[in-house]
T-cell receptor
Framework: GAVVSQHPSRVICKSGTSVKIECRSLDFQATTMFWYRQFPKQSLMLMAT?????????EQGVEKDKFLINHASLTLSTLTVTSAHPEDSSFYIC????????????FGPGTRLTVL | GNSVTQMEGPVTLSEEAFLTINCTYTATGYPSLFWYVQYPGEGLQLLLK?????DKGSNKGFEATYRKETTSFHLEKGSVQVSDSAVYFC????????????FGKGTTLSVSS
């Protein structure tokens, strides 16, 4: 199947700093990418849908000024957590959907963010 | 609305036991159905999928059959191994481009030797 990578896999930062997480589709072009967050022992919560070349669509309750999403190319989407706080500590996972819009989404390995 | 309901865990089994994790769904139209597995500290891996009624998805000894009449997609394995210990997520797709998967809450499986 198709491969999606995320970088970094783990990041620890101080409160008030910004962190950028990259999501890359390695062997396919992802027209749409999705960003999820997952709290311990819970399911994935969709944060936003990112379409190449356009603004992301955020789910209700997700602050778009805090979680900046950029989808500059068909193989790269980035999530920047601005002015991070301890409550932003979570596991962030992205997934990509191919240009032919097949119903299989391919997930990245996730990024563990810890804000001190 | 569209939703997925999974049996609550954790499910604790001995090696070689039979596994069933129930999953039912509510959806408009004709969704595709998936099982994803998440090992500790890792992202989600597609385990199997089915795209239409009566389809059976299978992989690594796991099976699930798309039952439209009961709106179910139960995951089964005849003989579990310790290495199957993970969290299992049932999900559906509305088959609309640009629409995220809808996940169940996940079921933790713990297999002991």
């Amino acid at each position: 199947g198709a491969v999606v990578s995320q970088h970094p896999s783990r990041v620890i930062c101080k409160s008030g700093t910004s962190v950028k997480i990259e999501c890359r589709s390695l062997d396919f072009q992802a027209t749409t990418m999705f960003w999820y967050r997952q709290f311990p022992k819970q399911s994935l919560m969709l944060m936003a849908t990112s379409n190449e070349g356009s603004k992301a669509t955020y789910e209700q309750g997700v602050e778009k000024d805090k979680f900046l999403i950029n989808h500059a190319s068909l193989t790269l989407s980035t999530l920047t957590v601005t002015s991070a706080h301890p409550e932003d500590s979570s596991f962030y996972i992205c997934s990509g959907e191919g240009q032919d819009a097949t119903d299989t989404q391919y997930f990245g390995p996730g990024t563990r963010l810890t804000v001190l | 609305g569209n939703s997925v309901t999974q049996m609550e865990g954790p499910v604790t089994l001995s090696e070689e036991a039979f596994l069933t994790i129930n999953c039912t769904y509510t959806a408009t139209g004709y969704p595709s159905l998936f099982w994803y597995v998440q090992y500790p500290g890792e992202g989600l891996q597609l385990l199997l999928k089915a795209t239409k009624a009566d389809d059976k998805g299978s992989n690594k000894g796991f099976e699930a059959t798309y039952r439209k009449e009961t709106t179910s997609f139960h995951l089964e394995k005849g003989s579990v191994q310790v290495s199957d210990s993970a969290v299992y997520f049932c999900a559906l797709s509305l088959n609309q481009a640009g629409t995220a998967l809808i996940f169940g809450k996940g079921t933790t499986l713990s297999v002991s030797s």
